[in-house]
C-alpha cells in the first residue's frame, strides 16, 4: 500500500444525537481493524437537539486526528455539506455516508478492497444485487426507490444498479469534479452523480449491502421529494 493512501470519511449529521455515538464506536473499530489510515470528519448543521455537543465528546474520547469537527451555522443541505467536508478532507479517497445506521461501517473495507481491485474511481454500495437488501421500509417506500431506479434505469441505462443510495467511496479528484457538475438538490442528488459519473466515463464499482432503516430520527423523503426526483429525471434524460 503506498503510504500516502488515506481515508476521510465524511459524516453529515441533522439532529443524529441518538445515532452518532453508536456510529462513530463502530466506525472506529472497523476503521482500525482494516488498518487503512483513516479521519471522520462530521459536518453538524446547528441541530438543535446537541448532536455537536455530542460530537466534541466523542472528539475527546478518540482524538483530533481521527474525529475533525466541521460544524455550520445551520441547515444548508447535504449537498453543500458534502462540498464543506471535501475541503477539509486530507484523505486521496473519500467516503460518503448516512449517520443514521442505515449503512454499516463493516462494509467499508469491501469498499476499500473493491476499490484498489481494479483502481475503481468510484465504488457504490448496491441493495440490488448479490447478498444486498433493505430492512425496515414499508412496502411503499421500498417501491418509490425500486421505482426510482427502474425508471432511470430505463431512461438513462447507467449501467450500475443502486443510483439513489448515498454509501459510496470516490477519488477525492474525482468526487470534486462531479459534484460541481451537479445541478441537483435533495434525493436525486445520488443518482445524478453515478449518471454524471458514467458521462464522463469513470469507472464504478459495485459491493452489496444490506441497508437498515434508520434507527433513531425521521427521513427527509417525503411527496415533495418524489415529484424533483421525476423532474430531475426527465431533465437529465433530455439534456445528457
Ligand atoms: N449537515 C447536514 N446533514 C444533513 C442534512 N440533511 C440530512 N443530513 C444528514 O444526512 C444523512 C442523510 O439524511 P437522511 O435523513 O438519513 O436521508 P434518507 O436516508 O434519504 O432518509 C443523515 O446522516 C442526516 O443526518 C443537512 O441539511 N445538513
Ligand atoms: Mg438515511
Redesign the pocket.
Known amino acids: 500500500m503506498p503510504s500516502t493512501d488515506k481515508y476521510s470519511i465524511l459524516l453529515p449529521t441533522y439532529n443524529e444525537v441518538e445515532n452518532l455515538p453508536i456510529i462513530i464506536w463502530l466506525l472506529i473499530k472497523h476503521m482500525n481493524a482494516s488498518g487503512y489510515p483513516y479521519e471522520i470528519i462530521i459536518i453538524d448543521d446547528g441541530s438543535p437537539d446537541g448532536t455537536l455537543e455530542a460530537a466534541k465528546q466523542l472528539q475527546k474520547i478518540y482524538g483530533e486526528d481521527k474525529i475533525v469537527l466541521r460544524p455550520r451555522e445551520k441547515k444548508l443541505g447535504l449537498g453543500t455539506a458534502y462540498i464543506h467536508g471535501i475541503k477539509h478532507a486530507t484523505g486521496n479517497y473519500i467516503i460518503i455516508m448516512?449517520?443514521?445506521l442505515?449503512?454499516h461501517p463493516k462494509f467499508i473495507q469491501e469498499f476499500i478492497e473493491k476499490q484498489r481491485s481494479q483502481n475503481f474511481d468510484i465504488v457504490t454500495g448496491t441493495r440490488y444485487i448479490g447478498g444486498g437488501g433493505v430492512h425496515g421500509w414499508d412496502f411503499k417506500r421500498k417501491l418509490i426507490s425500486r421505482g426510482a431506479n427502474l425508471l432511470t434505469q430505463i431512461l438513462l441505462r447507467p449501467g450500475v444498479s443502486d443510483l439513489t443510495g448515498?454509501f459510496r467511496l470516490y477519488k477525492k479528484d474525482i468526487l470534486e469534479t462531479l459534484i460541481k457538475s451537479c445541478v441537483s438538490k435533495g434525493y436525486v442528488f445520488q443518482m445524478e452523480m453515478i449518471v454524471r459519473a458514467r458521462q464522463r466515463r469513470y469507472t464504478i464499482g459495485e459491493v452489496p449491502i444490506s441497508f437498515v432503516?434508520?434507527v433513531y430520527g425521521e427521513?427527509?423523503l417525503g411527496g415533495s421529494e418524489i415529484i424533483q426526483f421525476a423532474r430531475s429525471l426527465l431533465y437529465l434524460f433530455a439534456t445528457t
Do not use: C, L, Q, T
Open positions: 448516512d449517520a443514521d442505515s449503512h448515498s432503516d434508520r427521513s427527509k
